[in-house]
């Protein structure tokens, strides 16, 4: 008998030495799909993972196409930081390095009715600041344009390990998603812009989701997020 595929498989974009994979493995979920363009990285990953070659592809995301990507419910993106950091040359989402995010884009969006219902974003805080805000809310309409709710939030690694290091989360959820509505964790829809449709804000005419007609979205003690 054929063993039935998992309903929680991810793509690994910007997978590095895989440590998206450790952490999202640990709540059952299974890899499908990894890509870097740095062959150390994956050569790390293998050292990590034996399976690495069935499902790790070692080029850049530019060249990846919608078809190389399997059927998946989440697409993850650790992309690169060297444009937005503080420390980095704030070239932003137009930088030679972080606008590979992009391609993720292009990526989603020529996987037409195949995308994944769900994408996590991981960044340096820097990218709230990049170009005045400019590029965090062209990030986030980009992926509303895609039908995608966002909710971005602050995670300090000093909460986990000893040592102080920002960085924001950004959860993406198909508009008809239902495990949107089933997430525990407390998000913090003043964190988008206000032209930018968030998982815990009512849409507006004015958001690229605004003509749907969503059910309204609660808050995790069962509240609603527009009257809290």
């Known amino acids: 008998m054929q063993q039935a595929r998992s309903q929680r498989r991810f793509a690994d974009f910007f ?13 059952g979920w299974e890899v499908a799909f990894a890509n870097d363009i740095s ?16 499902h790790y592809v070692v080029d ?19 992309f690169p930081c060297t444009d937005l950091s503080l420390a980095g040359g704030r070239k932003g989402l137009s930088g030679s390095q972080s606008s590979a995010y992009w391609d993720l884009v292009k990526i989603l969006e020529d996987m037409g009715v195949r995308r994944p219902p769900l994408v996590l974003l991981e960044n340096v805080s820097g990218l ?3 170009h005045g805000g400019r590029d965090f809310e062209a990030a986030l309409l980009a992926l509303n344009n895609l039908d995608y709710l966002v909710d971005p939030i602050i995670v300090d690694a000093s909460a986990f390990v000893p040592q102080s290091r920002e960085a924001i989360r950004c959860g993406e959820a198909a508009f008809d998603c239902p495990m949107r509505r089933s997430q525990e964790l407390r998000l913090l829809p003043e964190r988008c812009p206000s032209s930018v449709a968030c998982g815990l804000r009512v849409s507006t005419p004015q958001h690229p989701l605004g003509n749907r ?5 609660s808050l995790p003690d069962g509240r609603s997020a527009e009257h809290p």
């Not at 997978?15 to 709540?27: D, T, V």
């Not at 850049?60 to 650790?78: G, K, W, Y």
């Not at 007609?213 to 979205?217: F, I, R, Y």
């Open 15 to 27: 997978a590095g030495i895989g440590l998206m994979r450790m952490g999202l493995e640990r709540a």
């Open 39 to 54: 062959r150390e990285k994956f050569e790390m990953y293998s050292g990590h993972f034996d399976d690495a070659a069935g």
């Open 60 to 78: 850049d995301v530019a060249n990846i196409r919608a078809d190389d990507v399997p059927d998946i419910e989440l697409a993850t993106a650790s």
């Open 128 to 130: 709230l600041s990049s």
């Open 213 to 217: 007609e969503p059910s309204e979205p």
